[in-house]
């Protein structure tokens, strides 16, 4: 379907273009204009539709103004055929005039979208961090003041619960903030993991138990299989690697159903496997849930997002020199591998 949009898009570039061009055929002929004000009038029109359309629909409209000047306007008219070797000369310098400028133009465009898209996501990223920083302060003085209500004197059970959920929800909110501000900036700048030796099952069971209380209307489980488990690895880079899956998973999943990790390991590498029922992914869209701000036509309207999560974390799995697949499984399941080297203590 994608090739078939594409020409159909190129088509309804190039028509208005070309309609245009018959249409000041028409007016210059009746006029009885000669064939250098026609011409001036054609590349005028080139210009504008190279500054609308693309490369490809520009030249094609270059080439339907030659003909026309060909046809209309050199004689012998109302043919093809031209005599006149200085007739050739014009009608060939025509066509490369218009060519020429249909290219500069298009590359300056180009290139000014570019540098827009450019800073606009400077622009965007600053903002993000802006407002990531702001809402650090804040929340830092929800949580000292439910501490302190703790320590002010005696208070009620109910009232002791009320101040643990704000100091505990607070919480939540600076990590969720600090998750923030650290995926914005591996998502604009290169990934430059510090390694140490991590336990990969210890980490990946403090992140699950995290999710468990977090998510208590789905069943999370931890399967290791692996007798193994030790990478070198960024701990704070992998971790927010493996809650992006496990977002996903929550997120897209259906409540009182099962999400699934297990972490095994085979040869020299040690994988952990994220799997959730209650949504599927499309064919069409597997190849492009890893690409930078994509989002399924369906999960669209299932879940907030804003496309990052998966992109971000094949970043951070790649700058480790592992692996992030999805893989496809005969039930109805969404399941991601995420692969690391095994590393030897001291090594």
Known sequence: MRPFHKIWRSVVRTLPGCCLIGLITFICYRLQLNFSITGFVYLI????????????????????????LDFFFTPPVFSFEVTNPLDILALIS????????????????????????????????????????????????????AGGLRELGPLSREQMELADIVEAEASRLGLLTSRLLRTAQIDRDEVKPKLEFTDLAELVTAVVDQYARQWADRELSVRKEASATGVMADPELLQLALRQLLDNACKYSVPGSAVRVSIDSQDEWVAIRTSNSGSLIQASERSHIFERFYRGTEVRLTAPGSGLGLYVARKIVHAHGGSLILETTPCQDTAFRLALPLAVRGA
Request: glycine share 4%.
């Open 45 to 68: 029109l080139i210009v504008l539709q190279s500054l609308v359309g693309s490369f490809a629909s520009s030249a094609v409209v270059s080439v339907v103004a030659v003909l026309c």
């Open 94 to 145: 025509f066509l490369t005039t218009g060519l020429v400028i249909t290219r500069l133009t298009t590359r300056v465009r180009a290139v000014s979208q570019a540098s827009a898209a450019a800073q606009a996501e400077l622009f965007r990223g600053a903002i993000l961090d802006a407002l990531a920083h702001e809402f650090k302060t804040p929340l830092a003085t929800i949580v000292t003041a």
